[in-house]
């Protein structure tokens, strides 16, 4: 409700350009899918929305993306655009122990490279 509250308070002014840093983080499941509704509708009545978001699923309801790393771009498109292009399936997975979990991940045969990402690694 806070996430909403803000967002709506920041509507007041009917800004043309909205700039969201992560308004989702620590968001449960069905308010994160609400607050991206209402995002939607907002873009429908011609207000740019840009979005900082960790959630990879938020991303990819974006119309483009870019991928940061240290305040540089290392891609951008659309999110199919970017999947496509990345060409090696990705998968995550997540574990107490983030030390023996990397260890593990990189035993596997077929595993090309293994980083730790917040609580798991991908």
Known sequence: MKQKLALS???????????LDEP??????VS???????????QKDGITILVSTPY???????????????????VSGTPESIVAGFGRKLFGVKNG???HL???????????????LGSGCT
């Open 102 to 116: 990397l260890q593990l991940c990189r035993s596997f045969s077929g595993v090309d490279t293994v980083y730790p």
């Open 24 to 29: 989702t983080t620590g968001v449960d499941a």
């Open 56 to 74: 990879m699923d938020e991303a990819s309801l974006c119309d483009r993306v870019a991928l940061l790393d240290s305040g540089r771009v290392l």
């Open 32 to 42: 994160r899918q609400e607050f991206w509704e209402m995002l939607k509708k907002l």
């Open 9 to 19: 308070c920041a509507l007041i002014h009917r800004p043309r350009l909205l700039v």
């Open 97 to 99: 122990d983030k030390h």
